[in-house]
């Protein structure tokens, strides 16, 4: 493997993301749980979703490279806490993907590493992120940095 780096995620890399990374990871996903099957032809609205929020202030998205390829990437936004509660302002992390070829080598740890420094600098107070319930390999990542359980998240279908 050549030199990782990782940096923020540049305009010109949003088409790439979405084919390389997010669309893989999307894939993936699906295949842990129906619940996120993707529609037939997402690419577009994928592209479109990841520009608008490149130009929000309130998000952010760091890649991972090794050479000129990209091999993960981790997005997060800065939420507001609701004026009712004193626990402060939150990271949440929304999507943490590192490629199959490229996992066990401490990518996803340095990619939340990134995205939790950027909460830190906007004073976040704490970090949140969602796991698939069958994502073992991604639970062990997030429980060995010491993220816990608060709430659990449940869903019913109305079809």
Partial sequence: MNV?????????EIEPLVDDLWLPFAREMAELDDYNALQSDVREQAVAYRRERFEDD???????????????YASATHESSPPAFSRGDRLSIEEVYVRPSHRRQGIASELLDAVEDWGDQRCCSHATLSVNARNDGAQAVYEARGYGIKRYKMTKSLE
């Fill in 4 to 12: 990782r780096r990782l940096r923020r995620l540049r305009a010109d």
């Fill in 58 to 72: 309130d998000v952010v998205t760091y890649v991972a490279l090794d050479g000129a390829e990209l091999v993960g």
